[in-house]
């Protein structure tokens, strides 16, 4: 029923939690709807992010972005594990990005210069408000910092051809 009513409201994109990874019928009438589809893998293993692409693509909607997730909050950062980002690349064929709960935007800058596509980030007005979120997320000045970073990094990667740069 939420996604009908997100889908009458005109939403570009469905992000699924980590949590529905494994729920099969949601992901399937997601992807009926045609849109792009953020999958959220928090506490998943390889194969059930196998299952869950196939049968979004069993739908005929190959738009699926696999975001990879540690699902703490705060997530420590040597419990990221960033190079699983690479093999579901890898395993899958898809894009993949990071959707991030550790402290700061070290860990998300990496994941740029590691070749995430997308990056979730909680923001919050006040990190010390109630609830699981906040501790995680980035306030207004540091959601900017994270931006410039993204774009700093994604500058710095180049294209890979080893040579001299113009400007030596």
Same mark, same amino acid.
Request: with cysteine.
């Given at each position: 029923?939420?996604?009908?009513? $997100?889908?009458?409201? =005109? @939403?570009?994109?469905?992000?699924v939690p980590s949590?529905?990874?494994?729920? !099969?019928?949601? !992901?399937?009438?997601? +992807?009926?709807?045609?849109?792009? /589809?953020? *999958?959220?893998? =928090?506490?998943?293993? !390889?194969?059930?992010?196998?299952?869950? /692409?196939?049968? /979004? &693509?069993?739908?005929?909607n190959d738009q699926?972005? @696999?975001? &990879?997730?540690?699902?703490?909050?705060?997530?420590?950062?040597?419990? @990221?594990?960033?190079?699983?980002?690479?093999?579901?690349?890898? +395993?899958?064929?898809?894009?993949?990005?990071?959707?991030? &709960?550790?402290? %700061?935007?070290?860990?998300? $800058?990496? +994941?740029?210069? $590691?070749?995430?596509? @997308? /990056?979730?980030? #909680?923001?919050?007005?006040?990190?010390?408000?109630?609830?699981?979120? #906040?501790?995680?997320?980035?306030? !207004?000045?540091? $959601?900017?910092?994270?931006?410039? %970073?993204?774009?700093?990094?994604?500058?710095? *990667?180049?294209?890979?051809?080893?040579?001299?740069?113009?400007?030596?």
């Open positions: 029923e939420s996604v009908d009513i $997100l889908d009458r409201l =005109g @939403v570009p994109a469905f992000k949590g529905e990874v494994v729920n !099969l019928p949601l !992901l399937q009438h997601i +992807a009926r709807k045609g849109k792009p /589809i953020l *999958l959220s893998t =928090g506490m998943s293993y !390889l194969g059930e992010v196998e299952t869950a /692409i196939r049968a /979004i &693509h069993e739908t005929g699926c972005v @696999v975001l &990879h997730c540690t699902s703490n909050y705060p997530a420590a950062p040597r419990d @990221v594990n960033l190079r699983a980002m690479k093999t579901m690349a890898q +395993a899958f064929g898809v894009p993949v990005g990071y959707s991030d &709960h550790t402290m %700061g935007i070290d860990v998300p $800058l990496a +994941a740029v210069a $590691l070749g995430a596509c @997308v /990056i979730e980030k #909680h923001f919050t007005l006040d990190r010390t408000m109630s609830g699981p979120d #906040h501790r995680a997320s980035l306030e !207004l000045e540091e $959601l900017s910092a994270l931006n410039r %970073g993204i774009r700093t990094v994604e500058q710095s *990667l180049g294209n890979g051809v080893k040579q001299p740069a113009e400007s030596e």
